[in-house]
């Protein structure tokens, strides 16, 4: 039987020609498994017009390890064995890490570019100086949807030079590539200026699939009937189709009638559906040999040359009375049989699979001892070759059950990927090897480590690494020192998952058997300085602060600086003035990609900390600084809890548009560590209660209880303090009381008066409700003894509250009206719009106490239009009713608020979601952003008070909003 001819094609094989005949291109080629990418790709480098280029084609490997890359290291690799006439520049020192078997032929290593994206890059221009030297013309990338993810940003980097140094042709699966891949980048939109071309094929119909079938049969015809039940069958595939009649072939189910191939028997059609199936049926039908042959490729997964795939390969011994020959001649009678029989395809002296359906299939079926043997053959074979395929060992070794040799490659390839700055293929195989129940207890601290967890994100993936880590000292097999290095380790883990009080104990087991001179020592006491849990006072944080400074001064500078930005974090959330004067140390721009990493972290807590304080612009700044740098630098973690803290500050600032689209966003996003994603929550349910919204008192609750849980102490004080004024205005003194005991005294016992900026003014209204004016006033002086002299703008503003909240109960309406608006002032220098407009109302109803209306009417007046304009519409309906009351018109301005109803953009979603429509389906539709379209599904939900999609579309329906 012949190989199947090039069928139905023509068209796209022109318009490939016609592409990348007209200079650089960028050519995008996809289609389901099987249908032929790859033979139109090989189709058009066979042709006339394909022959004119030098082309170099990638092939993405199914593997389960990160393959850093892999794909363009392996085919640079196949194109050219020595780089001694390439006349490389000084850049090709960087790909030292990928070839190091050019190690005598490469230029020295460059210096360590500045940051991670700029190695990246470096290494990015020097491959392309290969590509260019060997006089590509057209790369060629296959299966891109499997690439890793340094590959894929290579071929961004390819496609967005201009001009493009050479064609760029990719083949994909659609449906298999994963959310959130650079691929759709690609994809997605050519770049600016780009030829380019997208090309989509298709299955073949009735008329191509039997010119398929007859192209295989001597190009004698086909019966109709034939086509078309093969076509109906595999869907016109060709690879299905293709197997179909091999396998029909095989079984004498066809013949020749009346001058056309027909079956045989005119029973249903009785071939597999699934190309797996008719694939493993064929093969069941070949020798020994040949079989042991294909199950090495399935092995072996990439192209191989003879000799390796002879290695792999258990030769069965000859059948009784089978042909002579030697036990070296099966081997090769074996790789005749896989070749004739079109499941096998050489190039250049490689073998591989035709396809990968066919690999997996014939993988798959492999007995699992049969595979275990065949992957430990592989990995010993390819273990003496040079140059070391880390990524491969890795694989070969894992699944042969090898451990030990797994674990030492695993390593390595993580190394590597780390010196290519790529981050996300080294946490991956790191955090791999740390949650294998064979890891030996004494690795784990080492392999933490090395772990970016600036890139590491999933809390599943942290607590699967918790476990390990505990497991590795529950196991009792290490030394005292070598288990404190482990509990150093839990300890950095358990910080980055917001778990601090089970962070706090593993520190003080840790320091206590570290080497006191030790960076890891000095690290865990920097941390000790941090005010995380509720009892210990500020005096014992600071004299940990200063053990770890004493320790830092004999530390290289990289760790100094570590160190450094722990200090300023601890003495800023400490409310000591001195960590502002050390904070311009964190202000500079990072030498290099690890120096990054503790500045992105600076800037990043330096903006936290300028909220807290009420230095609202040195806040926006210094989380715009570490944006850029997360940014620039793949740091993949940073940016959930940027946005965070930016939704925290637009809060205080009165930027309240879109702000309960992107909380409700942030709160829902696992890849956000817990207590980041609470700070989400406690800002929506801030919005729901200036809204009126039963459910604010829900989310103060929740965060109130979860941070408590975690340990994170100086997040307390806000939600008590705002779960505290819900409930005295709904009378309930005493619950309000009770919800601000603990974290007044919690505050009082620790001297951190920085948190209490909304917690004292809440604390002394429900002292003062309830008739405790002396203890109030001892409250307001304990606060302002630490306000005294300190520039932090919101503890200041809040102290000015509450002595006007004094003021009102000691000394009457009319001082207490100038204290209010002595309130407003300090509010309006940070700014915080609501409050001040909040200490205004306080203001109104003073000077009417006092008899002044003429000065307060006109002032409420205004207050009401501010309110409502900024969208606190309890606060707005309040002082609307005080105007009414005094007969006086309250006239609205500015956009229509739609309040409890569907705003028109909230209603067309809503219609759509009804219909069964995800978010990202609805966003393609209504050309929007799938975040904008969940903010508002979101919103519609809360404006109808049901809590799931479901749920969402039933209301709409029962309400009429949708028919």
């Given at each position: 039987?012949?190989?199947?001819?090039?069928?139905?094609?023509?068209?796209?094989?022109?318009?490939?020609?016609?592409?990348?005949?007209?200079?650089?291109?960028?050519?995008?080629?996809?289609?389901?498994?099987?249908?032929?990418?790859?033979?139109?790709?090989?189709?058009?480098?066979?042709?006339?017009?394909?022959?004119?280029?030098?082309?170099?084609?990638?092939?993405?490997?199914?593997?389960?390890?990160?393959?850093?890359?892999?794909?363009?290291?392996?085919?640079?690799?196949?194109?050219?064995?020595?780089?001694?006439?390439?006349?490389?520049?000084?850049?090709?020192?960087?790909?030292?890490?990928?070839?190091?078997?050019?190690?005598?032929?490469?230029?020295?290593?460059?210096?360590?570019?500045?940051?991670?994206?700029?190695?990246?890059?470096?290494?990015?221009?020097?491959?392309?100086?290969?590509?260019?030297?060997?006089?590509?013309?057209?790369?060629?990338?296959?299966?891109?949807?499997?690439?890793?993810?340094?590959?894929?940003?290579?071929?961004?980097?390819?496609?967005?030079?201009?001009?493009?140094?050479?064609?760029?042709?990719v083949t994909y699966r659609a449906n298999d590539v994963p959310p959130g891949s650079l691929l759709l980048r690609?994809?997605?939109?050519?770049?600016?200026?780009?030829?380019?071309?997208?090309?989509?094929?298709?299955?073949?119909?009735?008329?191509?699939?039997?010119?398929?079938?007859?192209?295989?049969?001597?190009?004698?015809?086909?019966?109709?009937?034939?086509?078309?039940?093969?076509?109906?069958?595999?869907?016109?595939?060709?690879?299905?189709?293709?197997?179909?009649?091999?396998?029909?072939?095989?079984?004498?189910?066809?013949?020749?009638?009346?001058?056309?191939?027909?079956?045989?028997?005119?029973?249903?059609?009785?071939?597999?559906?699934?190309?797996?199936?008719?694939?493993?049926?064929?093969?069941?039908?070949?020798?020994?040999?040949?079989?042991?042959?294909?199950?090495?490729?399935?092995?072996?997964?990439?192209?191989?040359?003879?000799?390796?795939?002879?290695?792999?390969?258990?030769?069965?011994?000859?059948?009784?009375?089978?042909?002579?020959?030697?036990?070296?001649?099966?081997?090769?009678?074996?790789?005749?049989?896989?070749?004739?029989?079109?499941?096998?395809?050489?190039?250049?002296?490689?073998?591989?699979?035709?396809?990968?359906?066919?690999?997996?299939?014939?993988?798959?079926?492999?007995?699992?001892?049969?595979?275990?043997?065949?992957?430990?053959?592989?990995?010993?074979?390819?273990?003496?070759?040079?140059?070391?395929?880390?990524?491969?060992?890795?694989?070969?070794?894992?699944?042969?059950?090898?451990?030990?040799?797994?674990?030492?490659?695993?390593?390595?390839?993580?190394?590597?990927?780390?010196?290519?700055?790529?981050?996300?293929?080294?946490?991956?195989?790191?955090?791999?090897?740390?949650?294998?129940?064979?890891?030996?207890?004494?690795?784990?601290?080492?392999?933490?480590?090395?772990?970016?967890?600036?890139?590491?994100?999933?809390?599943?993936?942290?607590?699967?690494?918790?476990?390990?880590?505990?497991?590795?000292?529950?196991?009792?097999?290490?030394?005292?020192?070598?288990?404190?290095?482990?509990?150093?380790?839990?300890?950095?883990?358990?910080?980055?998952?917001?778990?601090?009080?089970?962070?706090?104990?593993?520190?003080?087991?840790?320091?206590?058997?570290?080497?006191?001179?030790?960076?890891?020592?000095?690290?865990?006491?920097?941390?000790?300085?941090?005010?995380?849990?509720?009892?210990?006072?500020?005096?014992?944080?600071?004299?940990?602060?200063?053990?770890?400074?004493?320790?830092?001064?004999?530390?290289?500078?990289?760790?100094?600086?570590?160190?450094?930005?722990?200090?300023?974090?601890?003495?800023?959330?400490?409310?000591?003035?001195?960590?502002?004067?050390?904070?311009?140390?964190?202000?500079?721009?990072?030498?290099?990609?690890?120096?990054?990493?503790?500045?992105?972290?600076?800037?990043?807590?330096?903006?936290?900390?300028?909220?807290?304080?009420?230095?609202?612009?040195?806040?926006?700044?210094?989380?715009?600084?570490?944006?850029?740098?997360?940014?620039?630098?793949?740091?993949?973690?940073?940016?959930?809890?940027?946005?965070?803290?930016?939704?925290?500050?637009?809060?205080?600032?009165?930027?309240?548009?879109?702000?309960?689209?992107?909380?409700?966003?942030?709160?829902?996003?696992?890849?956000?560590?817990?207590?980041?994603?609470?700070?989400?929550?406690?800002?929506?349910?801030?919005?729901?209660?200036?809204?009126?919204?039963?459910?604010?008192?829900?989310?103060?609750?929740?965060?109130?209880?979860?941070?408590?849980?975690?340990?994170?102490?100086?997040?307390?004080?806000?939600?008590?303090?705002?779960l505290c004024r819900l409930l005295l205005a709904r009378g309930a003194v005493g619950e309000a009381l009770l919800?601000?005991?603990?974290?007044?005294?919690?505050?009082?016992?620790?001297?951190?008066?920085?948190?209490?900026?909304?917690?004292?003014?809440?604390?002394?209204?429900?002292?003062?409700?309830?008739?405790?004016?002396?203890?109030?006033?001892?409250?307001?002086?304990?606060?302002?003894?630490?306000?005294?002299?300190?520039?932090?703008?919101?503890?200041?503003?809040?102290?000015?509250?509450?002595?006007?909240?004094?003021?009102?109960?000691?000394?009457?309406?009319?001082?207490?009206?100038?204290?209010?608006?002595?309130?407003?002032?300090?509010?309006?220098?940070?700014?915080?719009?609501?409050?001040?407009?909040?200490?205004?109302?306080?203001?109104?109803?003073?000077?009417?106490?006092?008899?002044?209306?003429?000065?307060?009417?006109?002032?409420?007046?205004?207050?009401?239009?501010?309110?409502?304009?900024?969208?606190?519409?309890?606060?707005?309906?309040?002082?609307?009713?005080?105007?009414?009351?005094?007969?006086?018109?309250?006239?609205?301005?500015?956009?229509?608020?739609?309040?409890?109803?569907?705003?028109?953009?909230?209603?067309?979603?809503?219609?759509?979601?009804?219909?069964?429509?995800?978010?990202?389906?609805?966003?393609?539709?209504?050309?929007?952003?799938?975040?904008?379209?969940?903010?508002?599904?979101?919103?519609?939900?809360?404006?109808?008070?049901?809590?799931?999609?479901?749920?969402?579309?039933?209301?709409?329906?029962?309400?009429?909003?949708?028919?």
């Open positions: 039987m012949a190989a199947p001819a090039f069928v139905g094609r023509a068209a796209e094989l022109a318009a490939l020609q016609r592409a990348l005949a007209q200079g650089p291109a960028i050519v995008l080629v996809e289609g389901e498994a099987g249908v032929g990418k790859s033979r139109l790709l090989r189709e058009f480098l066979g042709s006339p017009a394909g022959r004119e280029h030098r082309s170099l084609v990638a092939w993405c490997p199914p593997f389960r390890e990160p393959y850093t890359l892999g794909p363009i290291v392996d085919a640079v690799r196949q194109a050219t064995r020595r780089i001694r006439g390439l006349r490389l520049s000084g850049l090709a020192g960087a790909l030292r890490p990928l070839f190091p078997e050019w190690a005598d032929e490469l230029p020295p290593a460059p210096d360590p570019p500045e940051d991670a994206r700029a190695a990246r890059h470096l290494l990015f221009r020097a491959l392309a100086e290969v590509l260019d030297r060997l006089r590509v013309s057209v790369l060629a990338v296959e299966d891109v949807h499997w690439a890793d993810e340094a590959t894929l940003e290579f071929l961004l980097f390819l496609a967005a030079r201009h001009p493009p140094p050479a064609s760029l042709v690609l994809s997605a939109r050519l770049p600016t200026g780009a030829k380019g071309l997208r090309l989509a094929v298709g299955p073949l119909d009735v008329a191509r699939t039997g010119a398929l079938v007859s192209s295989m049969l001597d190009d004698e015809p086909v019966s109709p009937a034939l086509a078309t039940l093969l076509q109906q069958h595999t869907d016109g595939i060709p690879l299905a189709v293709e197997e179909s009649v091999r396998l029909l072939h095989d079984r004498a189910d066809l013949t020749r009638r009346d001058g056309a191939w027909v079956r045989r028997r005119r029973t249903e059609l009785d071939v597999p559906p699934t190309v797996r199936d008719a694939v493993l049926e064929r093969v069941a039908r070949l020798s020994g040999p040949a079989r042991a042959v294909l199950r090495a490729a399935a092995v072996l997964s990439v192209p191989a040359d003879e000799a390796t795939l002879g290695a792999v390969a258990a030769v069965p011994p000859p059948r009784p009375g089978g042909p002579a020959g030697g036990p070296a001649d099966r081997p090769a009678e074996g790789l005749a049989e896989a070749l004739a029989c079109g499941l096998l395809r050489e190039d250049g002296g490689r073998l591989s699979f035709r396809h990968v359906l066919a690999c997996r299939a014939v993988y798959e079926a492999i007995p699992a001892p049969d595979r275990r043997a065949a992957h430990l053959r592989a990995g010993r074979a390819l273990a003496v070759r040079t140059p070391l395929s880390v990524s491969q060992l890795a694989r070969h070794f894992r699944e042969a059950g090898d451990v030990t040799t797994w674990m030492r490659y695993a390593e390595r390839a993580a190394d590597l990927a780390l010196a290519a700055a790529d981050e996300s293929g080294a946490a991956s195989l790191l955090y791999d090897l740390l949650t294998h129940p064979r890891l030996a207890a004494y690795d784990a601290a080492r392999l933490v480590a090395k772990m970016p967890f600036s890139s590491f994100t999933g809390d599943r993936r942290f607590r699967e690494m918790v476990r390990a880590l505990r497991s590795a000292l529950d196991a009792g097999t290490m030394s005292p020192e070598q288990a404190a290095e482990t509990r150093c380790q839990l300890a950095r883990v358990l910080l980055v998952m917001e778990e601090f009080e089970a962070a706090r104990h593993e520190m003080i087991k840790a320091v206590a058997h570290l080497s006191p001179g030790s960076h890891s020592a000095a690290r865990m006491m920097a941390y000790l300085g941090w005010p995380r849990e509720s009892s210990t006072p500020v005096a014992t944080h600071l004299r940990w602060l200063r053990r770890a400074a004493g320790v830092a001064e004999s530390l290289p500078p990289l760790d100094r600086m570590g160190l450094l930005v722990e200090r300023v974090t601890a003495l800023l959330m400490l409310g000591e003035e001195e960590g502002w004067a050390e904070a311009s140390r964190l202000c500079g721009d990072p030498a290099g990609p690890d120096e990054a990493r503790h500045l992105g972290k600076g800037r990043l807590n330096l903006g936290d900390a300028a909220v807290r304080w009420g230095r609202y612009a040195e806040a926006a700044g210094h989380l715009a600084a570490a944006e850029a740098i997360a940014e620039r630098h793949g740091f993949r973690r940073y940016p959930g809890i940027i946005q965070a803290t930016r939704t925290h500050l637009d809060w205080f600032t009165g930027r309240w548009r879109g702000l309960a689209g992107r909380v409700a966003a942030l709160a829902d996003d696992d890849e956000i560590q817990p207590v980041t994603r609470l700070e989400a929550v406690l800002v929506a349910g801030l919005l729901d209660a200036a809204a009126g919204d039963p459910a604010a008192a829900g989310r103060f609750e929740h965060v109130l209880a979860e941070t408590r849980r975690r340990g994170a102490a100086e997040l307390v004080a806000e939600p008590a303090a705002a919800v601000t005991d603990e974290p007044v005294r919690q505050v009082a016992d620790k001297g951190v008066w920085l948190w209490a900026a909304d917690l004292v003014p809440a604390r002394t209204q429900a002292l003062v409700t309830a008739g405790r004016v002396d203890e109030a006033a001892g409250l307001v002086a304990a606060f302002a003894g630490w306000v005294r002299g300190r520039p932090a703008p919101a503890p200041r503003a809040g102290l000015a509250l509450s002595r006007a909240v004094l003021a009102e109960a000691r000394t009457g309406p009319g001082p207490a009206a100038a204290a209010f608006a002595r309130a407003a002032d300090a509010w309006q220098r940070l700014p915080r719009p609501y409050d001040v407009l909040l200490a205004q109302e306080r203001r109104v109803a003073c000077l009417l106490a006092a008899g002044a209306a003429e000065e307060a009417l006109p002032l409420a007046r205004k207050v009401a239009q501010e309110l409502g304009d900024l969208g606190a519409r309890t606060a707005a309906e309040r002082v609307a009713g005080l105007l009414r009351d005094h007969r006086v018109e309250v006239r609205g301005r500015g956009r229509r608020g739609y309040g409890d109803e569907l705003s028109p953009r909230e209603l067309k979603v809503v219609r759509l979601l009804a219909t069964g429509m995800t978010n990202r389906e609805i966003a393609v539709v209504l050309s929007r952003s799938p975040k904008t379209v969940a903010a508002q599904v979101n919103s519609a939900m809360r404006k109808l008070g049901v809590r799931s999609r479901t749920a969402l579309a039933v209301s709409a329906v029962e309400s009429g909003l949708v028919s």
